[in-house]
């Protein structure tokens, strides 16, 4: 099974401990699934000790733009197109996942900040989570919080 995983954050601040977070996970899982093949999809590689494995490989999209309309490009044009080059047959995301893939997804919610701290964001930042959250927490088939 190759199992996708979308290691963009969705917040913009903690950033440093979100990859504690996925680290901590997926270092475990990694480790207990050998037979599975896992992708890490991000701007950069990961770090180098969650990509050491032989059932680990890194994919990098280059950096997704800050502003909404760029995200959204990013999210359902250029991710879907290297799930569909991998075989994805799973994909984990933090918060906002593509729209426009069949693929199951597991959406990861671990941080609501756009609701209970709106005046961090720009009125178009607050518009995109308030809108692709939503829709990605009612496309997936899991949700983690």
Same mark, same amino acid.
């Given at each position: 099974m190759v199992i996708a995983i979308n290691t963009q954050i969705t917040s913009l601040h903690g950033g440093e401990e979100r990859h504690h977070f996925i680290f901590e996970i997926f270092s475990r899982?990694?480790?207990?699934? $050998?037979?599975?093949?896992?992708?890490?999809?991000?701007?950069?590689? $990961?770090?180098?000790?969650?990509?050491?494995?032989?059932?680990?490989?890194?994919?990098?999209?280059? $950096?997704?733009?800050?502003?909404?309309?760029m995200r959204y490009l990013w999210l359902n044009l250029r991710l879907p197109s290297l799930l569909k080059?991998?075989?994805?047959?799973?994909?984990?995301s933090f918060g906002v996942g593509p729209h426009v893939i069949s693929l199951p997804q597991l959406v990861i919610v671990d941080n609501l900040d756009y609701i209970f701290q709106p005046f961090l964001f720009t009125r178009t930042e607050l518009l995109f989570f308030k809108t692709f959250v939503f829709r990605s927490l009612k496309k997936a088939r899991a949700i983690v919080t």
């Open positions: 899982t990694i480790q207990s699934h $050998p037979e599975d093949t896992f992708v890490f999809i991000g701007e950069t590689a $990961p770090d180098r000790l969650l990509a050491s494995g032989s059932n680990v490989k890194v994919a990098t999209l280059g $950096p997704r733009r800050q502003n909404a309309a080059k991998l075989q994805a047959d799973v994909l984990i």
